[in-house]
């Protein structure tokens, strides 16, 4: 069996797959990380290797307790990949736009394809059909847009992400939500449609 372990700016999430099939997800924050660990491998004993790709921070000893039950492989940009890294400065591309690209490599080998992941941030990242990465872009998720428009204006409140009612905000709090949702709606839309063309 083999533990995937993917290691966010907020949460973790992990898989374990026997044989290329995947048997269950699992999803904590880096605060429930040891604790979690520790469950996993006690449901899976057979778990015998890991693989870890971060882009976060994640406590010392949880290295050590997936070491201490598993064979434990870093993702890094030292390893190879199933495409050609075109970028200006390709030992800043983050582990996480590298992971998604060489999934989009070995599954559309021949085809231009458009990767966006929306987590923290929101990335977009571009590789030909030739397999050659070309870049992207990175802009904040929705939690990052909430934490802003709190933290750098005097009275806007701090909300909970939430899908708005109503596409026109008639109060503070809807027009909130009506901002950011749609906001990243027409931003990813934007993005999809600029790729077209």
């Known amino acids: 069996m083999l533990l995937a372990i993917d290691i966010g700016n ?8 026997e044989q290329n099939r ?14 979690s660990f520790e469950i996993i491998f006690k449901k899976f004993s057979s778990i015998k290797d890991s693989i870890s790709s971060s882009v976060g921070k994640l406590d010392e000893k949880c290295f050590q307790f997936i070491e ?21 400065t390709p030992k800043t591309l983050g582990i996480d736009r590298m992971v998604l690209t060489a999934g989009a490599s070995i599954l559309y080998p021949e085809q231009n394809c458009l990767i966006i992941d929306a987590g923290t941030c929101i990335t977009y990242d571009f590789k030909d059909n030739q397999n050659n990465y070309l870049g992207g872009a990175i802009s904040p998720g929705l ?16 909300l909970e992400k939430s899908f708005p009612e109503n596409y026109i905000g008639n109060s ?4 909130i939500h009506s901002g950011i949702v749609n906001g990243v709606i ?6 999809v449609a600029q790729y077209f063309t």
């Open 143 to 158: 939690k990052l847009r909430y934490n802003s428009l709190h933290n750098y204006t005097a009275k806007l409140p701090l």
């Open 22 to 35: 995947l048997i269950e997800k699992f999803t904590f924050t880096i605060n429930e990380a040891l604790e």
């Open 172 to 175: 503070t709090n809807e027009a």
């Open 186 to 191: 027409h931003e990813i839309e934007g993005f």
């Open 68 to 88: 201490k039950h598993s064979k434990l492989l870093i993702v890094s940009n030292e390893l190879n990949f199933p495409f050609t890294n075109l970028y200006s």
């Open 10 to 17: 907020t949460r973790i999430k992990c898989a374990v797959f």
